[in-house]
Structures are given as C-alpha cells and as structure tokens.
C-alpha cells in the first residue's frame, strides 16, 4: 500500500518551466535593418584594415598600439594601488574612531558599574 502523498501527480496544465509571455517575431523592418547595419560595419571594417598600405606598416602599427595598451595598463595599475592604498587609510581612520569610542564606552560603563556596586557595598 502506498500513500497517495508519494504518488506522482499527471498533470498536463502546469506550468512551472514555461514562458509566461510569448516571444513577439522581430517585424520585418527590424530585422532588415539589423542586416544592413551588420554588414555595412563589416564593410567599413574590412576597409579600414585594407587601408593601411602594407604589411610591415601594419605590423608596426600593431607594435605601437599593444606598447601603449600595456603601459595605459601600468597607469591604470598604478592608479588602482593608489586609490585602494588611500581607501585603506581612510577605512582604518574610521575604524580606529570606532574603536576609541567603543573602548571608551566600555570603559565608562565599566567605570559605572563600580560605582553602584561600590555604593550598593557601603549600604549594607
């Protein structure tokens, strides 16, 4: 005997994995003009890499363009280690404040509590 807690229900109408909207078809103008921006960009594309007059010239270029990317990179670098360096400095100014007030606090009630337990002594 089994327990109808454990049986698997067949029900057709869920509708736990299914789309709740439909996907609308692209109109034909969208898609036309998706097309022709695709392919002019691959047009410009292609002729501004066959503009440049030849291959030792591209080369260069190439060597030019990844030296400046790899010392943009080192600024950038050295940049970041600045910012985190002061951020650093500015998270412990914060957190030395917090800790003073919290020592400070302790200590007061510290300080409190000695006092009432002090006079509490003497009353009796």
């Not at 089994?2 to 109408?13: G, Y």
């Not at 292609?46 to 790899?70: A, C, G, H, M, Y």
């Not at 030395?96 to 509490?120: A, D, Y």
Request: glycine share 6%; aromatic share 10%; no cysteine.
């Amino acid at each position: 005997m089994t327990s109808n807690l454990f049986k698997k229900k067949n029900n057709l109408n869920r509708k736990v994995f299914r789309r709740k909207y439909s996907r609308r078809k692209r109109s034909i103008f969208r898609q036309s003009l998706e097309a022709i921006l695709m392919l002019l960009l691959g047009i410009f594309l292609l002729d501004f890499i066959n503009s440049i007059p030849n291959r030792t010239q591209w080369i260069e270029t190439l060597k030019v363009t990844w030296s400046d990317l790899i010392q943009s990179l080192i600024g950038l670098l050295y940049s970041l280690i600045t910012l985190m360096t002061g951020l650093f400095v500015v998270i412990g100014i914060a957190l030395g404040f917090i800790l003073i007030l919290g020592g400070t606090l302790r200590i007061l009630r510290l300080i409190n509590f000695l006092i009432i337990k002090n006079h509490n002594n003497n009353l009796n």
